[in-house]
């Protein structure tokens, strides 16, 4: 008999598992406390882009095997059941705050059947899990629980979830691992690498991921800055030690850095919990890793008031992306929009372009301007700051775009366009970490 599952949370994660795991063969029930967010998903609808999840939410509720409900006593016959609930950081610190995910487990945990697993996705600092294993077998003895850290891309979701590099199961018993190969059966059939590990090494592995990526990132940028001291140029660096297969070329694209809802706060949750266990030196770098970050927002800023003026007020900018990466409307601290609103308050007229992040982002600053498509934005404008690297900013015509703005001038922040291109359009074009342009 197949398992019946739930999942507990359906914002990103939960509503892409949820899906997911329908598609996979699953009888799969969605709950969650915000009732306007589960009847737009059981009408089909996603409240947020994700590309193909919508489509594949919409197959899995017409095949009946995916439904969402309000009342969480609709997840008492299912056999597995997955907590995919945010764990923002706190309001008044850098830690994470565990709100949600003790609600969730409090929730379910009388609710749930004799015999059925519990499993955690949500990114917790370590020893979340041992806790709420403790809380839920105390509630209810004949309940386990396991965690199961996800690893999704925001733009790949779909695709991380029905095919991820590795699957980390941490558990206490070989039952648990049991259940949970037999939810991940078709995945292990195609050879997905599975790593079992006990509860605080998989808590880890998450944070400890993102800890490292973050890190790539904010080397890379910290060598712009070294060449454009130098007289270098960092994409031939990056391209470069990219070769090197013990580093890699991926996550060496230097620019305006990293955001989002996850690396930044994962990463200082985790400084945050290492302090609480007396290991705060271990982590120590991490400071200057979001530092080196942070930075690379101002030195944006520095090139534009170096190409138009220390005073901005009045100058028109016209900028180009608001998500905190392409393929996404997620603007969670998004460098993009930190930058827009930063300009703005000095006191120059921004206007605002982004396939799908227009609305999340006027909800976060309703003062910017937002304009539909790009030859609004860029129309009279001083100068143009391409800060998401979506593919219709980098299919754009120069020449066309030259016709449209008073200066030509650009500052890619991604280093994503085709500099030449733009230059032999008539264009100042700048990048970070590229010295030739810097000195112009």
Known sequence: MSLKLSVVGTGYLGATHAACMASLGFEVIGVDVDHAKIEMLAQGKVPFYEPDLEDLLAEQIK??????SKDFKDIADCDVHFICVGTPQVKDGIAADLTYVNSALETIAPLVKAGS???GKSTVPVGTAARLRDRLIAVNPKADLAWNPEFLREGFAVEDTLRPNRLVVGTTNDQAEATLKEVYAKNLADGIPWIRADLPTSELVKVAANSFLATKISFINAMAEICEAAGGDVTVLAKAIGYDPRIGSK?????????????PKDIRAFMARAEELGAQQALEFLKEIDSINLRARQRIIELVRKDL???LKGKKIAILGAAFKPDSDDVRDSPALDIAAQIQAAGALVTVHDPKAIANAQKRFPALNFADNV???LQDAELVLHLTEWKIYRELDPAKMKSLVKNAIMIDGRNALDRTAWRNAGWKFRA????DEMAK
């Open 309 to 311: 003026s220390d005073d």
């Open 375 to 377: 030859e609004k934005t």
């Open 432 to 435: 970070l970490g590229r010295a």
């Open 117 to 119: 697993l519990v499993v």
């Open 63 to 68: 095949s009946g095997r995916l439904k969402f």
């Open 251 to 263: 996550f060496l694209q230097a620019g305006i850095g990293f955001g989002g809802g996850c690396l």
